[in-house]
């Protein structure tokens, strides 16, 4: 098995400057209505932390289901956050890949033996998220989910 | 069913200077051997165009198989190339997308009337692969790979 538990990448996530108009133009080419845009909760609700710190940043969010993964658009707003620092530094391109673990703290001190840090972690009902700044290792960033009834 | 033909993403490719870097960094994360680099044919068999004009630019590549995809590593080499263009302005990131298709060519007049035109397009043993300039539209390029024997 895999450092991450799973040999199965979960989502493909794209960041972008205007999520109605890459939803719309993905839409288009899946032959799909538009799902709706979600938005990330607050700070009160995902206690989320950028680069050690915590941060209002929030993000706009829409998931399409294919066969064999999610593609997820994200738009960031609010305060400082790895979706902002990405579109800020490489524009509207892929942001990460993610997998499903059953155990992000275990997870994440694996990838710091490889040089791997945390960089942003959040909360979501009933589970949680967390990227790592694989970028000069992979070529592009990690993000791991868990739901914490174990699911997944 | 998608302009694709498929609800299935089959790569997800990332662009890097150092194939064997990158290649033994995934290896110990998938907790797999390092597979090998293959290259791509030369001019003569690829019949690679980039942009409309035929070019020398090729690749060194590295397939990892997961469970529902496989992850590419693309070190580009030789002459112009999408890769290679994709490298010097964008730095090491995800490169692509790709779907299996059947009908290339169909696929091909679907994306132009989406204003997402080809730019460059190959081939292989039984098969070839076409890129797409979707960058404006999705944040993300979009390959299409097809099998000659229809299978895929």
Partial sequence: MTLFGTRTVAQIAIVVRDIERAR??????LHTDPPPVVVSGPQEESKMTYRGQPSDGRAKLVFFDLDNLQIELIE????PSIWQEHLDQHGESVHHIAFWVKDTDGRKQALAEHGIDETQRGY???GMYSYY???PQLGVMIELLERFDGQG
């Fill in 24 to 29: 719309d133009h993905f839409a288009r080419l």
């Fill in 76 to 79: 960031p707003f609010g305060g």
């Fill in 124 to 126: 979501f009902t009933g």
């Fill in 133 to 135: 700044d694989s970028i």
